[in-house]
Nanobody, 123 residues
Framework: VQLQASGGGPVQAGGSLRLSCGASGRSGRAYDMVWVRQVPGKEREFVAGLPWRGDRKWYSDSVKGRFTVSRDSAKDTVWLQMSSLKPEDTAVYYC?????????????????WGQGTLVTVSS
């Protein structure tokens, strides 16, 4: 599967952005989809995720209540709506996917990755 993330850019603190991740080549397989972010010099951090089917959603404590992950299965697209953005949310955001039932929070379990989109939050 190929993933394409977009929607990043500059935004002021308190503002909002919506990231999108388009998936192609899925061939009907079900994936857990997540958003991960990385600040230069630091490890990648789990942000939010959801399975391709079902109502579960997962969020890190740092974004819970501010970010919302959603999907349109018919369009093979996953979104990350980010609100009340803070300067510490500044990072490159990646979407990633996996097909197995391993832990959704362990980033090393994800084998498919998009190219990343930069979000810059200014104070």
């Amino acid at each position: 599967v190929q993933l394409q993330a977009s929607g990043g850019g500059p935004v002021q603190a308190g503002g909002s952005l919506r990231l999108s991740c388009g998936a192609s080549g899925r061939s009907g397989r079900a994936y857990d989809m997540v958003w991960v972010r990385q600040v230069p010099g630091k490890e990648r951090e789990f942000v939010a995720g959801l399975p391709w089917r079902g109502d579960r959603k997962w969020y890190s404590d740092s974004v819970k209540g501010r970010f919302t992950v959603s999907r349109d299965s018919a369009k093979d697209t996953v979104w990350l709506q980010m609100s009340s953005l803070k300067p510490e949310d500044t990072a490159v955001y990646y979407c990633a996917a996996k097909t197995d039932s391993s832990s959704v929070y362990r980033i090393s379990n994800y084998v498919y990755w998009g190219q990343g989109t930069l979000v810059t939050v200014s104070s």
